[in-house]
């Protein structure tokens, strides 16, 4: 199991950039599929974007695909996800979740570890 706490949030402009990072303890990050996730009020938890520890291999959803882009740094146990032209859209608590596995997936029932989510708010 890891613990994750997520920071980065904040409230931007339509069109602003803003990079979410999320810090990882408890155990190695290199071995962890992580993702993003986020949730608007009254809607359910969406996948964003993540990053399987092995290859490299990433995966986003189209909505952000091209906007957003998710890094790690296992050495230091973290991961960020860098979104640059925000939109209005993108309002939500941005969640960081793990999974012991390699491989990618969207579905958040996947996901074992989760951190406390960081409030991202763009206005228009």
């Known amino acids: 199991q890891v613990q994750l706490v997520e920071s980065g949030g904040g409230l931007v402009q339509a069109g602003d950039s803003l990079r979410l990072s999320c810090a990882a303890s408890g155990h190695s990050f290199k071995w962890y599929t992580v993702a993003w996730f986020r949730q608007a009020p009254g809607l359910e938890r969406e996948f964003v974007a993540a990053?399987?520890?092995?290859?490299?291999?990433?995966d986003y959803a189209d909505s952000v695909n091209g906007r957003f882009t998710i890094s790690r740094d296992n050495a230091k146990n973290t991961v960020s996800l860098q979104m640059n032209s925000l939109k209005p859209e993108d309002t939500a608590v941005y969640y960081c979740?793990?999974?012991?596995?390699?491989?990618?997936?969207?579905?958040?029932?996947?996901?074992?570890?989760w951190g406390q989510g960081t409030q991202v708010t763009v206005s228009s």
């Open positions: 979740a793990a999974r012991f596995q390699m491989a990618t997936t969207r579905y958040h029932g996947d996901y074992i570890d």
């Open positions: 990053s399987s520890w092995r290859g490299g291999g990433t």
